[in-house]
């Protein structure tokens, strides 16, 4: 493979005096599925941000076959090809499954319109488990739904990159394991992905390779088993309270 699908180089983002992401750099292959780990605070939202464009890098490129795109504005790159959920859900209340999951179809990479998107957002609705509850408000739908819209809204757009932010949080253990077998699903499909993840279990059954992050520096990237057994990474997440 000569260019990664995405390239993340030296990429640097300081709030003041705060550096949040510090000189960072990996790879994500064409339709791989990869793990980004790391203690509360370590940086990896802020990594999905600059991604995503919803924050420009202080310094370092990101490239997405090549191309350039840290910060560039996030439409254009969502545009481009990269599609995200968010770690607090971020779905329109008042629009019904479909209609969220249409808007998805419509400002994506893939820039569906009327019955086109229409349609496609019936098939991920039915894909993510929603089949029969499209024309129900997302306000009045539980947590989980609102997850698997959210998630649907992302693939409507048919990204080249799928950002997970700790998409698997807050759900119950039959839950979870719904949640876990969708995001096999859509990774077999050929999606690329990288997902964010506090729950281990998760990065250790679905996710061949992690990288992990600390204080906003890259401590380790390799094969999951070897990584969660690195001393470095385990004594970084023992320091951390709030991990399970
Ligand atoms: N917009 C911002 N302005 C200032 N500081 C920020 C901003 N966004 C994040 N930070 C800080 O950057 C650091 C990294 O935050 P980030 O949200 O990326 O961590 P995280 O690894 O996603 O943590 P968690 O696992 O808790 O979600 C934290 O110290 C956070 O307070
Ligand atoms: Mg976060």
């Not at 076959?65 to 968010?86: D, E, M, N, W």
């Not at 969220?100 to 179809?105: D, P």
């Not at 991920?124 to 809204?153: F, H, N, S």
């Not at 992905?193 to 059954?205: G, K, L, Q, Y």
Request: proline residues 4%.
């Amino acid at each position: 493979m000569s260019v990664p699908l995405l390239a993340i180089d030296r990429v640097r983002k300081a709030f003041g005096g705060l550096v949040a992401v510090n000189d960072v750099s990996f790879e994500v292959a064409q339709g791989e599925l990869l793990g980004l780990i790391g203690p509360n605070g370590s940086g990896k939202t802020t990594m999905l941000n600059l991604i995503s464009g919803a924050l420009s890098p202080t310094s370092g490129n990101i490239l997405l076959s090549g191309q350039p795109i840290a910060g560039l504005a996030a439409h254009k790159i969502a545009r481009i090809g990269v599609a995200r959920t968010f770690q607090l859900v971020r779905v329109l209340p008042s629009m019904s499954a479909v209609e969220n999951v249409v808007a998805g179809a419509v400002f994506g990479h893939n820039r569906l319109w009327g019955g086109e998107a229409l349609t496609l957002a019936r098939e991920l609705l039915a894909r993510v488990g929603l089949k029969g509850r499209e024309e129900i408000p997302v306000a009045a739908m539980t947590y989980i739904d609102q997850k698997r819209i959210e998630l649907a809204r992302a693939l409507a757009s048919n990204p080249h990159v799928l950002l997970l932010d700790e998409w698997l949080a807050g759900l119950n253990p039959s839950e979870l394991r719904i949640g876990m077998e969708l995001i096999r699903e859509i990774s077999a499909q050929g999606r690329t992905i990288i997902m964010v993840e506090h729950v281990m279990d998760a990065i250790r059954s679905l996710c061949q390779r992690c990288v992990v992050m600390n204080s906003g520096t890259k401590i380790a990237d390799g094969i999951s088993a070897s990584v969660l057994a690195d001393p470095e990474v385990v004594r970084a997440y023992l320091g951390d309270d709030d991990d399970a």
